[in-house]
């Protein structure tokens, strides 16, 4: 792009985490970019948090964005 930026995406199956980990090793990404619901308590317990699995594994900077609440 004119900023100097590239971006790629794909579509995988399998455990979310382990795939982002993956898909940022094979495309020698600089940096993970992803949007969170910011669970807590019960329901990150239950649901796992993907976020918390991507920081934990990630060997380059990770971008968390919470969307905006709807009015």
């Known amino acids: 792009s004119e900023a100097g930026?590239?971006?790629e995406w794909s579509i995988r199956n399998g455990n979310a985490g382990d795939e982002i980990i993956a898909a940022a090793e094979e495309c020698e990404a600089s940096m993970i970019a992803m949007?969170?619901?910011g669970r807590s308590g019960l329901g990150r317990l239950l649901?796992?948090?993907v976020a918390q699995r991507v920081l934990n594994r990630a060997?380059?900077?990770l971008l968390l964005?919470?969307?905006k609440a709807e009015a």
């Open 59 to 61: 060997t380059v900077p």
């Open 65 to 67: 964005v919470h969307p």
């Open 35 to 37: 949007a969170t619901h």
């Open 5 to 7: 930026y590239e971006v």
């Open 47 to 49: 649901l796992g948090s």
